[in-house]
């Protein structure tokens, strides 16, 4: 199936695809967290600017899982991802699940990567120089810590899926899977070297130390600070939304059924 999905060479030297409405995707979302049961929490960020937040609780927790999305404003997919997954509303009875559906607000009214301040969001977990990744921090901080996070993404200058797995202490890692699952609804980018780091059917696991690094992704402080394993799955966009949705939502399924 994936062989009939090809590139569609439109995205140089930037994302300019389709957009979405954010609002109205969030809007859906509470809609689906209202009816599933999930508690909403709206992170206060400054003026009129909320982040919002959903926690689902189950009676008899074994493990806790952390889920984002929306953090660069140019890459919609993650979102649309988890509006899906809260419509279809299949989740682990074992697990109390977090989700952030939407950390850039701002950023997707005008398409772009930043905020609307132009700060890249996911490299400010070091400084915390904008409102919103304080207000998330120090939400993240009244948080019990993780068993496992995804940061859901895009990445327009890509082959195909790929994921980036930070997992320290060499647990089993669910890459493989990931990678088998999303081969069924969207190209693997298969490049030895993608982002400057060397890659393996689709998966990179760098060896950086966060604490040696000027700036921090959301991953970084979430393994620093979180959790000791995280995957962000990068959906390849310059292929159709439909396809990069698909690959986002099935990486997130893996894991859901394998926690
Ligand atoms: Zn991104």
């Given amino acids: 199936m994936s062989h009939s999905v090809q590139r569609l060479g439109r995205n140089k030297g930037g994302y300019l695809g389709e ?3 954010i609002h109205q995707v969030l809007r859906d979302d509470l809609e689906a967290a209202r009816r599933f049961g999930w508690q909403i929490e709206e992170i206060p960020v400054s003026g009129n600017l909320d982040l919002l937040a959903f926690r689902r609780v189950v009676q008899a927790p074994s493990k806790k899982l952390y889920i984002s999305a929306g953090i660069h404003g140019d890459e919609p997919a993650g979102p649309l991802a988890v509006r899906q ?7 682990p009875d074992h697990a109390n ?6 950390l850039n607000p701002t950023g997707f009214p005008l398409n772009r990567r930043e905020n609307a ?47 980036y797995e930070v997992n320290p ?36 696991r ?4 966060p604490a040696t690094r000027p700036q921090w992704p959301e991953a970084f402080y979430l393994v620093m600070n979180k959790t000791r394993h995280s995957y962000t799955p990068e959906a390849p966009s ?6 990069r949705v698909a690959a986002l939502a099935t990486a997130v399924r893996v894991v859901l059924d394998e926690i």
């Fill in 238 to 243: 310059d292929f159709p939304l439909p396809t």
């Fill in 206 to 209: 760098p060896g950086i130390d």
């Fill in 19 to 21: 957009t979405i409405d």
């Fill in 169 to 204: 202490d060499h647990e089993p890692s669910l890459g493989e899977k990931m990678m088998q699952a999303v081969s069924k609804v969207c190209p693997i980018d298969l490049s030895t070297v993608i982002e400057d780091r060397p890659a393996q059917g689709g998966i990179i």
């Fill in 97 to 102: 699940i977090w989700i952030c559906p939407c």
């Fill in 117 to 163: 301040d132009g700060v890249d969001l996911n490299r400010d977990y070091r400084h915390l120089r904008s409102a919103e990744i304080r207000a998330h921090v120090v939400w993240l901080n009244q948080q019990p810590n993780f068993d496992l996070t995804l940061c859901l993404h895009e990445d327009w200058e890509s082959h195909g899926f790929y994921i």
């Fill in 85 to 91: 997954l809260l419509r279809e509303n299949e989740w």
